[in-house]
């Protein structure tokens, strides 16, 4: 419960309250689907281990990836707004989850008031990772861009006790590209770059973050480098 970030301070009884919403679902293979597009919406889901990709169809058929969820974090807020999801989730990697029934949640927060609070915590963090996601994609430069996401990916690691340095991506290069609006192409080139000024170790979907302020640093400027 602790390593999912569920609420803490909650006596034996409204715990155990809790745990009985809680449905550990048999783990999803790699490309296996959690909800579609237009299901109604019924549930949010943690992910105990492996990883999660979203992603919606735009009008010209086309996907577009919206986000990216690892362990400890919870996804299906989408679905909230008009009562169904907007958009697709599939695991990226043999993965994990336990899904938890809002409107049962919803009712226990009403009588539980650090449930409730914890849910309002949950929401506002939806808010800011949306809006992380417009900032990210405004970025200058694609390497700002690239950079962003590796050290988001670094924090959210950090917050659950993982290394925040080694990263396995689950995720293949053709969806960062489509997540951050780049080119596969312009992805891999600004890997090799960020290598040759070691910044990073770069073998397949294994990174090694070498020099983390540098990243941070490219953040700020106005120039990229070469």
């Known amino acids: 419960m602790n390593r999912l970030c569920l609420p803490l301070g909650l006596d034996a009884n409204d715990l155990n309250k809790l745990e009985q919403l809680i449905e550990r679902k048999k783990p999803l293979q790699p490309r296996e689907g959690v909800f579609s597009s237009g299901d109604p919406f019924s549930s949010i889901y943690a992910v105990r281990s492996g990883s999660i990709k979203s992603f919606c169809i735009d009008p010209d058929g086309r996907e577009q990836v919206t986000g990216f969820y690892f362990p400890g974090e919870i996804f299906g807020w989408d679905g909230l707004a008009n009562n169904q999801y907007q958009n697709t989730a599939i695991a990226l990697e043999t993965t994990s989850l336990c899904e938890i029934p809002y409107e049962q949640l919803d009712e226990l927060g009403n009588s539980i008031p650090p449930i409730q609070k914890y849910l ?48 396995l991506l689950p995720m293949s290069r053709g969806e960062i590209s489509n997540y951050l609006g780049l ?22 979907k294994e990174i090694e973050i070498l020099d983390m302020q540098a990243l941070r640093d490219l953040m700020l400027s106005t120039e990229e480098v070469e």
């Open 120 to 167: 309002m915590k949950l929401i506002s963090r939806e808010i800011n990772a949306d809006q992380q996601l417009i900032a990210l994609l405004a970025a200058n430069s694609a390497q700002q861009k690239l950079a962003s996401l590796l050290l988001s990916i670094s924090d959210r690691l950090l917050q659950r006790k993982l290394s925040s340095t080694r990263i």
């Open 183 to 204: 080119t596969v192409e312009t992805v891999s080139r600004v890997l090799g770059v960020f290598q040759r000024k070691k910044y990073l170790a770069v073998n397949k």
